[in-house]
């Protein structure tokens, strides 16, 4: 059997170092038939001219460099990502990221077993700025949201596969390997920042779409103190983002008269549980005010 072509597109924006660490993790994958793009997002030219010679002086006919002329936020970036793929078959690894080697091999070997599915992704160590891997309590939780009913392989659809994820979003972003021509014409929301994956994994499934997934780890997902989650994990803004989008998620649930989904949603679990370890988190490092306010917050998450 023929394996089927896959793209991989680096949306980049700054960060040269991370960005060699992960074009270097790149070159060492498995299976043939398959390029890597970065795709320029940066608001420096002289950021732009370093990683374009970065991935020209790889000398790896694989490799290219896509140049656009205007900064766009992370969503617009990810949708125009997805546009630089001739393939069916296209990931975006983030620039800060490790892939690990047998990544298309995992994706693939999904892909042969459901065809007909949307997107595929498999599990990720989480690893720190250098490079080692580390504790992260949400990529912890995670582990024991994954329905108790899966084997090896996660399946994720329809009314079941929502409400899966409305208990707490249990993917790895950047590990999603999306068939293009079965997701919906409309990608990530320009709206939406911090749970822009979450309500892109449901609406696959309003859409009729399905989302496989393996246990097997085939990425590094690098948490650091620069990433952007961090950041807002220090304050509210990430949780009330999260909030509406479940919100969401319940409404669209409940039209379709998938009631357990609805419900599920509503409670926000996930959210719930991460505001209250922020805010244990400032506590113990004496951010009193801070603690204060996400305590304060948690009674309006109905």
Known sequence: MTAEPVTIVVPYVSGIAFLAETLASARLLRGGDWQVIVSD???????????????????????????FDEHVDICASFNR???CATTDLVALLHADDRIGPT?????????????DAAAYYCAARIIDGAGQPTFSFVDYVKRFL?????GPITVLQGAQGVAALARGNFIMGPTVCFRRSRIPSERWPGNLVQAADLDYWTRIMFFGGTIVGSREVAYDYRRHAAQST???????????????VYDLIAERAAARGWAHASRVARRKLTTRLQLLYEAANDALHLKLRAAADKLAFLPRLR
């Open 41 to 67: 997002n940066t608001r420096d030219v002289n950021e732009r001219a370093a990683a374009q010679a970065l991935v020209a002086d790889l000398g790896d006919g694989r490799f290219a460099f896509r140049a």
């Open 81 to 83: 990502a997805m546009d």
């Open 103 to 115: 990544y298309i091999q995992v994706i693939r070997s999904l892909a042969e077993q459901y065809p």
């Open 146 to 150: 994954i329905p108790r009913s899966t």
């Open 230 to 244: 961090a950041q807002v994990n220090q304050t509210l803004y990430r949780f009330r983002e999260e909030a509406l």
